[in-house]
């Protein structure tokens, strides 16, 4: 009897790059390329998709993903409650009960917060009642399984959450920005009538006062200097200087003019000279010192900068729009008069030690090195570009100096030169420019325009038309979302340009050198309005929003939008395995996978273009043995991993179809993110399709 000629299995590999792309052709595009995503990103050095790491909110505490839990053995007699604390007879120790274990053998109740030492004998109560008895000393972790583990770290971390704050106040976060490992805000007060500052600290936002400010002409040549008291030479008050902004004049002259900052005043000074100790009528004044305060509803755009030079002098230069600008240095805060009338610059930058600040279609700076001159005797200089400016970036330039780019709403300006002296103002492109809050200089400068996210450099060869967009693959995504644009930052370690949208929804553009690997859309649980990314004194990298609901998100820290879930799916194009219009019959599928901590993962497949009429395989759940990753075939549902390498099991799909699509699923608050970099698709070919 003849013996049946079984088809020979074939293997096909599936790498997982290219992005989100929701306009090529299905057969012009490698199926690795996804048609539906969202809450994944693209790995850099093209490795693969991962689904996000989440973010949690900030005010200076504990930070929920830093939160540990301990497990004791107990002798449950009563009732103990979650999210209750415990206290022990005899030693005092106290702890946050975050799960009670009462069919476990032995009975078991898992705590956080712990203060002091818990005994193996002792009574523990609830609100002075004795609910069971201590039977262990408290242990770090120790969850029988690791899916366990992991729950009770999110619960830990739920539990510290619960301790952070807003930033006080009405409204949206107004802006943010770090100085010296210390975070600021600014947010609208509670009555919504100005705006405030607060900074960071172990025991949450405290709000930075602002201080008061005293226009001052000089009357002799003694130079005051911070940490000074002045005394009114008639009205006796006396305040402490902190600041001394010299803004016209020169004190040989004796006829500096500017203005002193202190925290707050003795008294009252009225029209009159000022004394410094035995150094008399130093300075004349016109009246009493004012408040510093804040108008409402501005966008702050935050700068760092030593125009000082020597170490540890940094400051924060900012605009916002609506007040003037100004500089800070954590403690003392210094509004900076331009002259302009109406002086409330929208943009900020510092480029060869002048201070830039945008007024509508016009660019102006400080003198050289003075941040607080703004007279053309100095140095300050006017450069007008004829549309309104919406962000300033310095490109690379001579070896001598960088140059610096006027971002445009319709234009690009270039300004090479030092200083006023040679400066030199040059339209780089017309029909070309950016929306506001939108461009970040990665290894390329990138920013959204009217036909999508663009680089410096493919401006700079396609001007004004679609091929200068390097967003082509998801234009439909951004036509419907341009007009929404509210931030935009960098995330170094991930090479990564990110564009967020008022609808909670996102961009995160992956990049290799100049080239573009992937696009890949996110949606948030929470409105991003403002973010900033940047490097604290250790080097590492803090990107921080602030939202509508006005608190503070350390983004890409966490396994949740902060305590709600990470909804995160791909499904790839489908792949025929450069076999079209034949059918073939699918038997298993496995992938490579790697990252740190414990996740899981849904997965499934879609064949034949997911008609109704082919029969799909059915979901199966599986549960992976952790080790070295090896090539297996597995089935597609649950995938679940711990540690560094994935060890698949093995499991056949049963299905027939011309192509196959590959999906994953997550829907969690706990989960570690999954990097998966690609599949390999086991089939036989059947027959050619009719």
């Known amino acids: ?154 619960l830990a971390a739920d539990e510290y959450r619960d301790d952070i704050g807003a930033v006080p106040g009405s409204g949206s976060i107004l802006g943010i920005h770090m100085l010296n490992d210390v975070w600021y805000a600014f947010r609208n007060n509670a009555g919504d009538t100005a705006a405030d500052l607060y900074k960071s600290t172990s025991s949450g936002w405290t709000q930075v006062a602002l201080g008061r400010e005293l226009s001052y002409t000089s009357a002799g040549t003694y130079e005051v200097a911070e940490g000074d008291t002045i005394t009114g030479a008639i009205s006796g008050a006396t305040a402490v200087i902190t600041r001394v902004m010299q803004e016209t004049g020169s004190l040989l002259a004796g006829d500096g003019a500017g203005r002193y900052i202190f925290a707050s ?98 660019a102006q700076h400080s003198g050289l090195g003075f941040p607080y001159r703004w007279s053309p005797i100095f140095g300050a200089a006017e450069l007008a570009t004829g549309d309104t400016i919406t962000g300033f970036v310095k490109e690379p330039g001579s070896q001598e100096s960088p140059a610096l780019t006027i971002y445009n709403r319709n234009t690009v300006h270039m300004l090479y030169g030092t200083s006023a002296l040679d400066w030199n103002l040059v339209q780089y492109r017309s029909e070309v420019g950016a929306l506001a809050y939108t461009i970040q200089q990665l290894d390329q400068t990138m920013h959204l325009d009217d036909r999508g996210i663009t680089t410096f450099r493919t401006a700079q060869e396609f001007g004004n038309f679609q091929h200068a967009t390097i967003s082509r693959h998801v234009q439909r995504f951004l036509d419907t979302k341009r007009n929404l644009a509210t931030a935009s930052c960098i995330a170094r370690i991930k090479n990564q340009y990110r564009l ?63 305590g709600n879930n990470i909804e995160a799916f791909v499904k790839t194009f489908f792949h025929f395995s450069k076999s079209i219009r034949h059918l073939k019959k699918y038997l298993g599928v496995t992938l490579e996978a790697s990252g740190s901590g414990y996740g899981e993962i849904n997965f499934s497949t879609e064949l034949g273009y997911n008609e109704q009429g082919i029969p799909q395989p059915l979901t199966q759940t599986n549960e992976f043995n952790l080790g070295q990753s090896f090539w297996d075939s597995f089935v597609w549902d649950t995938f679940i991993w711990d540690g560094v390498n994935l060890s698949p099991s093995n499991m056949k799909i049963e299905g027939s179809a011309e192509n196959i699509s590959l999906v994953m699923r997550k829907d969690s608050d706990y989960l570690a993110p999954v990097n998966i970099t690609g599949a390999m698709i086991r089939y036989t070919h059947r027959r050619q399709l009719r």
């Open 265 to 362: 005043q003795t008294g009252t000074f009225q029209a009159e000279n000022l004394d410094v100790g035995g150094n008399l009528n130093v300075a004349t004044i016109a009246a009493d010192s004012t408040a510093i305060t804040l108008a409402k509803d501005g966008r702050f755009e935050m700068v760092t900068e030593n125009f000082g030079g020597q170490a540890g002098a940094k400051r924060i230069y900012g605009a916002d729009g609506v007040n003037r600008g100004f500089e800070f240095d954590g403690s003392v805060f210094c509004p900076i008069e331009t002259g302009m009338t109406t002086d409330t610059p929208k943009h900020v930058i510092v480029h060869n030690k002048h201070l830039f600040f945008s007024f509508d279609g016009s």
């Open 500 to 562: 967020f949208f008022s609808d909670k929804s996102a961009l995160y553009i992956t990049t290799e050198g100049h080239k573009i690997s992937a696009i890949m859309p996110q949606v948030f649980s929470d409105a991003v309005e403002c973010i900033t990314s940047v490097e604290d004194s250790t080097g590492v990298e803090a990107i921080m929003f602030g939202s509508t609901d006005g608190i503070v998100y350390h983004l890409d820290k966490g396994t949740s939008f902060d």
């Open 1 to 154: 009897m003849k013996k049946v000629q079984l088809a020979k299995p074939k293997f096909d590999y599936l790498k997982f790059a290219g992005g989100y792309d929701t306009e090529s052709k299905p057969w012009n595009l490698d199926a690795g390329h996804l048609r539906e995503s969202q809450n994944y990103e693209a790995a850099i050095n093209g490795q693969g998709y991962t689904d996000i790491q989440g973010y949690e909110r900030f005010d200076g505490q504990a930070a929920p993903s830093d939160a540990i839990y301990y497990i004791i053995d107990v002798n449950i007699t009563g009732t103990f409650n979650v999210n209750t604390t415990v206290t022990q007879l005899v030693s005092g120790a106290t702890g946050v009960v975050l799960a009670v274990n009462g069919d476990d053998t032995p009975q078991t109740l898992v705590l956080t917060k712990l203060t002091g030492t818990f005994n193996d004998s002792d009574d523990l109560q609830e609100a002075a009642v004795t609910q069971g008895t201590a039977t262990s000393t408290a242990r770090l972790g120790g969850a029988t399984t690791r899916s366990l583990d992991a729950q009770y770290l999110n």
